[in-house]
């Protein structure tokens, strides 16, 4: 499985981006999906998850503020990022689960100024 994330960029605070992962290899529908993110200094985190059947589970941090998406007939993951702030700066990270295998993809980034 290889992962190939974008839509990454700089944003002020109170904007909005919209990250896509477009997947290939394997079969894509039955892959649990995920979008961590890692800030300077600081541990990849979890922010949200969306499973091969769509439920989906989000970070505290995102909670009312992002949306995780799946198109499976575009082998494509999107987070939809509202009300950005500051700290959500960071280098964003799909991940695919997959027969048991975690599948990184590289990172985009997204600068949030105050």
């Known amino acids: 499985v290889q992962l190939q994330a974008s839509g990454g960029g700089s944003v002020q605070a109170g904007g909005s981006l919209r990250l896509s992962c477009a997947a290939s290899?394997?079969?894509?529908?039955?892959?649990?999906m995920a979008w961590f993110r890692q800030a300077p200094g600081k541990e990849r985190e979890l922010v949200a998850s969306i499973t091969s059947g769509g439920n989906t589970n989000y970070a505290d941090s995102a909670l009312g503020r992002f949306s995780i998406s799946r198109e499976n007939g575009k082998n494509t993951i999107h987070l939809q990022m509202n009300t950005l702030k500051p700290e959500d700066t960071a280098v964003y990270y799909c991940?695919?689960?997959?027969?048991?295998?975690?599948?990184w993809g590289k990172g985009t980034l997204v600068t949030v100024s105050s």
């Open positions: 991940k695919s689960l997959y027969f048991g295998m975690d599948y």
């Open positions: 290899g394997g079969i894509f529908s039955i892959n649990d």
